[in-house]
């Protein structure tokens, strides 16, 4: 049993972690890794680059918070489609809004959205089926909060993983956009269900820590075993673990981050965006701070790979571990706040 002011701020630690990541990242998101050493210098971006004194988040942190507060609704569809509603449309006060966060203006602004959810949203919202095969990271950046949900109510890591797996397939049909997200949620949940004893053997030797991705893989092998049953997909799913094995090795090496990271990907899909964050979180096992830094200086889609690592660190160190500088001048501190604690007073 843990202590609950513990979970707590693991769980804000979670949520701001990835807005962090995200914000971090959403400066140099469309720039080559040699444009961020041009402008930021040599170590890369590794402090906010505030838009008019705000360190503005992507559409990453914005369709988290939409998550969670479709789970505290039960209805993840209905409040991805408020998101949707927030990028096409001007803020007016809806008495009709089943989020909460749909009462806000600041919402309402759009930050490089994803495509794939944005055209399949747009289907859904018509009634038309959802066609397309991406993998794209728009899935696995917003599902962090169905891992907090699991560890809160104390969820059988299969049933997390079939919650996010469906979460993201409403938008992503190709395996590894949904089966990334899936095995991001219950690892979110496993880092979130560390005691204070776990989680300093974990960072004494990461061994201990890749023995509970392993639990992991299996949870979620388990839900694909009893749910999918489908032998092309088990295969994807083997290279997935292949991947992130190869990240792991990459992080117990001395090769150069930047490289180790090229060698990973840009991740702009959901696998190539796990990877890049297991092996940010592993390189930097005792720092949450260096970690997103390292997720974001790289030339891919470094928002969402700042934002899946922020949420992992988050929820593996909390909330105090973060950095101030990360909580200052955080575009809607304090909304996602509100939301981790009003996830946390559900149980
Ligand atoms: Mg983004």
């Not at 971006?45 to 360190?55: C, E, H, K, M, N």
Request: hydrophobic share 40%; with cysteine; glycine share 10%.
């Amino acid at each position: 049993m843990y202590n609950m002011n513990w979970m707590q701020d693991k769980i804000r630690g979670c949520l701001i972690g990835g807005a962090a990541g995200d914000a971090l990242g959403y400066s140099v998101e469309f720039m080559s890794y040699g444009q961020i050493l041009s402008k930021y210098g040599p170590h890369g971006i590794t402090r906010y680059d505030l838009a008019d004194g705000v360190a503005q988040i992507s559409d990453d942190t914005q369709m988290t918070l939409y998550t969670a507060n479709g789970l505290l609704i039960d209805d993840i569809q209905a409040a991805y489609l408020e998101w949707y509603r927030t990028q096409t449309g001007e803020y007016s006060p809806t008495a009709d809004a089943k989020c909460w966060i749909s009462n806000l203006p600041a919402l309402y602004s759009r930050r490089a959205p994803g495509c794939t959810c944005m055209s399949a949203l747009q289907n859904i919202k018509c009634g038309v089926p959802v066609c397309n095969n991406s993998k794209g990271c728009g899935g696995i950046m917003r599902v962090a909060p169905i891992g907090i949900y699991g560890a809160l109510h104390r969820w059988d890591l299969a049933k997390t993983a079939r919650m996010a797996c469906d979460a993201t397939c409403m938008t992503h049909k190709h395996p590894l956009g949904w089966i990334s997200a899936g095995e991001f949620a219950v690892v979110i949940q496993s880092l979130l269900e560390l005691g204070e004893e776990s989680y300093k053997v974990c960072l004494e030797d990461p061994n201990n820590l890749g023995d509970m991705l392993s639990s992991c893989s299996l949870a979620v092998m388990a839900y694909l075993k009893t749910d999918v049953d489908d032998s092309k997909i088990k295969d994807l799913y083997m290279d997935f673990a292949d991947g992130v094995s190869n990240a792991l090795h990459l992080a117990g090496t001395d090769i150069k981050e930047a490289d180790a990271i090229r060698q990973i990907g840009e991740g702009w899909t959901g696998e190539e965006a796990y990877y890049i964050a297991i092996y940010a979180m592993f390189k930097h096992l005792r720092n949450p701070e260096q970690a997103i830094i390292a997720a974001v200086n790289h030339s891919g889609d470094s928002d969402s790979t700042g934002a899946v690592t922020g949420n992992l660190v988050g929820a593996l160190h909390g909330y105090d571990a973060l950095p101030d500088h990360f909580k200052r001048n955080l575009e809607l501190h304090d909304v996602i706040l509100k939301m981790a604690d009003g996830l946390y007073i559900t149980q």
